[in-house]
């Protein structure tokens, strides 16, 4: 387990070791209230697109269930008639001076992040990485899109929003609610109270924020890594205990997930957007390995023949769909 891991295990146990880092906390609070009121008061500038835009993001650090909600609601809008785009600061790539840079399904994953790629190749929407959001916004709707999801925006100020809509793990929940670094808030439990909605993933085991929505991440198919064959999620296409891999915010989230489809597992977490190599994938008895799409998206070219990985899809609760639907319509 890697420092990372240490880390978000400990804030959302609430280890006492924590206190030690209160006054950082306060430092760090106070530095994002100054952030956020130079925004709010003018001396930053926001820039408003001419098309709507729509924020999901998280207030925690540790995986949330995020992408798959981006790649719902991209789809849901496509459904209504929108055409949207998913702009993206594209964490873990690094494209140089290549921005706003255009995804595609075969767009090196060291240029975009793994989590655009993975977006792009499920949805079929324009997908821009920028970690200048306004400008990447401005290349969507000049390639036509009318309607932006900002994947992983709350934070970024400087692009302005219609709906802000924040995501939380309905098991991890705020953990020891305090902020980075003392716990894992991003910012303060205040920042609910801002957002159009709150959306939990799966049912909470704490007491929810009023008027919260739940969504659930649910199994679809298996994908073959070596040759994109799917498959139905039964019968298995492996038999016998699997490697799990999974280099998300959340490792555990996936390995519950296995073994609620009956597979024993033998869990490798790595630290969120982990970068893998072959040594990694190597464990040589012959067991299937079986991962996230995300890192499907990293692991493609140096996982072992016998590597699958299982698709999940989003399903928000009706009543959110019908609140959605109306704020969309004041928005066309």
Not at 62 to 72: E, Q, R
Not at 125 to 133: H, I, T
Not at 255 to 267: C, K, M, S, Y
Not at 304 to 318: F, I, K
Request: some cysteine; proline content about 8%.
């Amino acid at each position: 387990m890697g420092l990372g891991e240490r880390w978000l295990k400990a804030v959302y146990g609430d280890a006492t070791w924590l206190r030690l880092l209160r006054p950082l906390e306060f430092l760090y609070c106070k530095a994002v209230a100054r952030r956020a009121f130079a925004y709010r008061t003018g001396r930053r500038a926001i820039w408003q697109a001419e098309v709507p835009v729509i924020v999901v993001g998280n207030v925690t650090l540790g995986g949330t269930g995020k992408s798959p909600l981006v790649a719902w609601l991209g789809r849901y809008l496509v459904s209504r008639g929108w055409h949207p785009g998913i702009v993206s600061r594209g964490y873990g790539g690094n494209a140089g001076n290549e921005y706003p840079l255009r995804v595609a399904g075969d767009t090196e994953v060291e240029r975009c992040g793994d989590e655009p790629r993975m977006l792009a190749r499920q949805t079929g929407l324009p997908v821009v990485v920028d970690p200048d959001r306004p400008r990447g916004a401005r290349a969507l709707i000049e390639a036509g899109c009318d309607i932006v999801i900002s994947d992983d925006g709350l934070q970024h100020l400087a692009l302005g929003r219609d709906i802000e809509l924040i995501v939380v793990d309905g098991r991890r929940g705020f953990g020891n609610g305090r902020c980075l670094p003392a716990g894992p808030l991003r910012e303060p439990l205040g920042r609910l109270d801002d957002a159009d909605a709150v959306l939990m993933n799966g049912d909470p085991i704490f007491a929810p924020p009023q008027g919260a929505w739940v969504f659930r991440l649910v199994s679809r198919e298996w994908r073959s890594l070596a040759d994109g064959a799917r498959c139905a999620l039964t019968p298995l296409p492996f038999s016998g205990p699997v490697h799990a891999v999974a280099g998300i915010g959340n490792p555990g989230r996936f390995f519950a997930t296995l073994a609620d489809l009956g597979i024993e597992v033998i869990p490798h977490g790595f630290a969120d957007h982990y970068h893998f190599t072959a040594a990694d994938l190597a464990f040589d008895d012959g067991r299937p390995v079986v991962m996230t799409a995300k890192d499907a998206e990293k692991c493609q070219a140096i996982a072992p023949p016998d590597s699958w990985v299982l698709e999940v899809e989003a399903e928000p609760e009706p009543g959110f769909e019908a609140w959605l639907e109306a704020r969309l319509a004041t928005l066309r």
